[in-house]
């Protein structure tokens, strides 16, 4: 199931995928709105266009497993951008 153009969960995967290419933006803007001390129910509010009070659980999981893979981004990700010359 999906949400806009967002899946439930990106896919599980050790390397950079297309849905990972599309969604560059998003995951810096969930680091950002991480290291400025967001609420998640804003941020998935915001990002996602999920409504947190309506199904808190679905929107918790939408939010930290994005976060989870932008912080993967950073971590082993970017090599694979690096690699191919992305800019």
Known sequence: MS???FEEEPPASHTLTEYDRTHLKTYLRLLDAEADGADWQ???HVLFGLN???DPDRARHMHDTH???ARWMTEHG???LLRE???
Do not use: D, Q, S
């Open 78 to 80: 970017y090599r694979h």
């Open 52 to 54: 947190p009070a309506a």
């Open 3 to 5: 949400t806009g153009i």
């Open 67 to 69: 976060l989870a893979r």
């Open 42 to 44: 804003e941020v998935v």
């Open 85 to 87: 010359g992305y800019h």
